[in-house]
């Protein structure tokens, strides 16, 4: 099946800077990649997602490449502000049936 | 628009003991989901169900069942619960199974369960 591995497990970014959290998945085959932020005791949330057949997608201050010869993909944040701070998790899916998560990176900005 | 609502919030149990968590959705969403979440492996899935009336198994369905009561009720049951089901639990629901910006899936706030 589907594996995806995510990196860093934590980061940390003066606000205003840049944040890069990066994915890699193992088959070939997957076709959609969603973002997900979760802010501390409460559900995960979409911010972003990008199919196979796009290599950028862009909103405001969120961004996702992808490169499927890589077979990776990452989340851009841009001018981050305090309420980023979040779990971040990136997942892949072959079929609309199941979506692999990522073991999530703790994003901290620091004021 | 209160989304997905799973209850309960918090639940502690004793091993051996049985119980539902709940799960509904008031979007009309066709496929609905149970994932559970453990510091450092992310949301694993735990069954899934496409539509009414039908369910099947994910990554990890061993100690759970579920039922598809209705379209928008979907419930996870631990019959006898162990210190290893101890996670947060998420409900989900997706509108269609895949086509057009039908992918995006909605979680429930989460369920804490502690197993001891």
């Not at chain 2, 198994?57 to 089901?85: D, H, I, M, T, W």
Request: glycine share 8%; hydrophobic share 30%.
């Amino acid at each position: 099946g589907e594996n995806v591995e995510q990196h860093p497990s934590t980061l940390s970014v003066q606000e205003g800077d840049s944040a890069v959290i990066k994915c890699t998945y193992s088959d070939s085959a997957s076709n959609y990649f969603p973002w997900y932020k979760q802010e501390l005791g409460k559900g995960p949330q979409l911010i972003i997602d990008i199919r196979s057949n796009v290599g950028e997608k862009k909103d405001q201050r969120i961004a996702v490449t992808l490169n499927k010869t890589a077979k990776h993909f990452s989340l851009h944040i841009t001018e981050t502000q305090p309420e980023d701070s979040a779990v971040y998790f990136c997942a892949a899916s072959v079929t609309a049936r199941q979506l692999t998560f990522g073991s999530g990176t703790q994003l901290t900005v620091l004021p | 628009n209160a989304g997905v609502t799973q209850t309960p919030k918090f639940q502690v149990l004793k091993t051996g003991q049985s119980m539902t968590l709940q799960c509904a959705q008031d979007m009309n969403h066709n496929s609905m989901y149970w994932y559970r979440q453990d510091p450092g492996m992310g949301l694993r899935l735990i069954y899934y169900s496409a539509s009414e009336g039908t369910t099947d198994k994910g990554e990890v369905p061993n100690g759970y069942n579920v039922s598809r009561l209705n379209k928008r009720e979907f419930s996870l049951r631990l019959e006898s619960a162990a210190p290893s089901q101890t996670s947060v639990y998420f409900c989900a629901s997706r509108a269609k199974e895949w086509t057009g910006s039908g992918n995006t899936i909605y979680f429930g706030e989460g369920s804490w369960l502690t197993v001891v």
